[in-house]
């Protein structure tokens, strides 16, 4: 199915979106990144401080992925 959207509108209403990520958990994680949990380094997520906050780790990959669609929806040429 395709839906069609303005650009302009579509991308406002991701930076809404990051904009409210980024008051969750006190503030977002940026050094999050998604893992495995059955092959992880646990000690490296502590020093990273995944088990502090985990919300704030959830913030932050929220927060990256939602930059890279913003960043793919920009290079795309209209229909």
Known sequence: MLIRVSKEGLIGFLLDE??????VGG???LNAFEFDPE???KA??????????REA???????KK?????????DREPF
């Open 66 to 74: 939602i930059w890279e669609y913003i960043e793919e929806i920009k």
């Open 39 to 41: 092959n992880v380094d």
């Open 44 to 53: 490296e997520l502590e020093r990273l401080g995944f088990y502090d906050n």
């Open 27 to 29: 503030g977002p994680n």
């Open 18 to 23: 990051v904009k409210a990520w980024e008051k």
């Open 57 to 63: 780790w959830v913030a932050g990959i929220r927060i």
